[in-house]
């Protein structure tokens, strides 16, 4: 089972970065997935989640608005669309899949917002 996020990197106060997360060894489209991010020193927080058939999805209130999950099932691939970024935005983001028990996590990819 593999988790593998990208796209993270540097982007300036009001910039978008779109993060990509590819999973391999499961049934992906059978799987919930959910962006989670830690900052140095808080506790982590869940940013979004969409079903495995993508007809739901959720956001924290801190992202609503600004931020977009979506997944493509053919490609086992699950996004996140991030705009207007801001300075409390910058952590490493994991994704994660989950389908009652079974949980996995990716190694997370950072993201620093910064002039």
């Known amino acids: 089972v593999q988790l593998v996020e990208s796209g993270g990197g540097l982007a300036q106060p009001g910039g978008s970065l779109r993060l990509s997360c590819a999973a391999s060894g499961f049934t992906f489209s059978s799987y919930v997935m959910t962006w989670y991010r830690q900052a140095p020193g808080k506790e982590r927080e869940l940013v979004a989640t969409i079903t495995s058939a993508a007809d739901r999805t959720n956001y924290a209130d801190s992202v609503k608005g600004r931020f977009t999950i979506s997944r493509d099932n053919a490609k086992n691939t699950v996004y996140l669309q991030m705009n207007s970024l801001r300075p409390a935005d910058p952590a490493v983001y994991y994704c994660?899949?989950?389908?009652?028990?079974?949980?996995?996590w990716g190694q997370g990819t950072p993201v620093t917002v910064s002039s």
């Open positions: 994660t899949a989950r389908l009652t028990y079974r949980y996995y």
